[in-house]
């Protein structure tokens, strides 16, 4: 017996009550098998997987008209719940057993490439996770979907996320507002993922208490991070110094993901990213996996990867024009 929670917004909550229960009791009523407990806005179920497996599928369909109609009456309910699918013959290929969650406006979360699926099943295996591709592949989207997951799901406690605050080009020193003012640009992307899947409201509660963190990598030394999933972000732009303080904060019950892209690279000329010295330290310690995504897990507008084939052709030459330029000075 396997249990799982799903968190809903107070107007979500209300309507699939509905008035002395009426909505809740008849979607309860086709799940004997199930012991389903509604408690504020969150509704706990305990049961076999395959069970869970169709209440979600019969709770995500509530949802999705509450999202396009705004209401719910029983009528509603027992239409929707009448729809049946058959979860025998949904596999992993079709998409269906990858879904993380249900974001924002019933917005479906999931892997969509294979080496983001990998990264899902390295996060069920292992408790330090480096992700590296290039831009557009899903590394931080999929890792905070799996922070928000583990906590919707009571797994962890709180969910921390932190970037090095190196400027790609930039000067933002001179930006107007105290500390966390000038800090947010370099924390947006995180912002952005965790707004597609948090409703507005609860997502304020938990900055406010602490639930969710986000700071900069300075930050981080010297605290032990408990009961947390932690994203480091961006870690190409961080020292092998950095990384090593960042990795050693890692407490009990906690998972860390570290995400990076190496072909974009802004530290110092005179500082090196710690990113690849720190993959092959590590590589042959139990318990960190090392999941590498590629051009063909892009899911941005079709000229991103076009674009990062280009780039990357360009780096080819100038590596081949170095090693020419070694060669006949060996000679």
Request: glycine fraction near 6%; aromatic fraction near 6%.
């Amino acid at each position: 017996m396997i249990e799982r929670f799903f968190e809903l917004d107070a107007d979500q909550i209300r309507e699939i009550n509905g008035v002395n229960d009426v909505n809740i009791n008849a979607l309860v009523k086709i799940f004997p098998k199930l012991k389903i407990i509604n408690r504020g806005n969150e509704i706990k179920v305990l049961g076999e997987s395959s069970d869970i497996l169709r209440f979600e599928h019969k709770l995500n369909l509530i949802t999705k008209h509450l999202d396009r109609f705004g209401k719910l009456n029983l009528h509603d309910v027992e239409q929707l719940i009448g729809e049946e699918i058959d979860f025998s013959k949904k596999t992993k290929e079709d998409g269906f057993g990858d879904i993380l969650l249900h974001g924002r406006d019933g917005k479906v979360i999931k892997a969509r490439t294979k080496n983001q699926r990998k990264l899902v099943d390295s996060a069920a295996k292992y408790d330090m996770i480096f992700a590296v591709g290039p831009a557009g592949t899903g590394k931080t989207y999929t890792s905070v979907a799996l922070a928000v997951k583990a906590l919707k799901e009571k797994q962890i406690r709180r969910i921390i996320l932190t970037r090095p605050a190196v400027e790609a080009g930039e000067n933002l020193g001179f930006l107007p507002g105290d500390l966390r003012d000038k800090l947010d640009p370099y924390l947006q992307p995180l912002y952005d993922a965790l707004r597609d899947m948090i409703p507005t409201q609860k997502l304020l509660a938990y900055f406010e208490d602490g639930t969710i963190e986000i700071a900069p990598l300075a930050f981080m030394r010297g605290r032990t991070l408990d009961n947390a999933y932690v994203i480091l972000d961006e870690a190409q732009n961080a020292t092998q110094g950095q990384l090593k303080m960042f990795l050693t904060r890692m407490g009990m019950n906690a998972k860390f993901f570290i995400t990076g892209d190496l072909t974009q690279v802004d530290l110092p000329r005179n500082q090196t990213s710690g990113l690849i010295s720190s993959i092959n330290i590590l590589k042959n310690i139990s318990g960190i996996a090392v999941v590498k995504l590629e051009k063909c897990d892009i899911l941005r507008h079709h000229l991103v990867s076009k674009i990062v084939d280009a780039f990357e052709k360009v780096e080819d030459i100038k590596v081949e024009k170095k090693k020419d330029i070694s060669n006949t000075i060996k000679k």
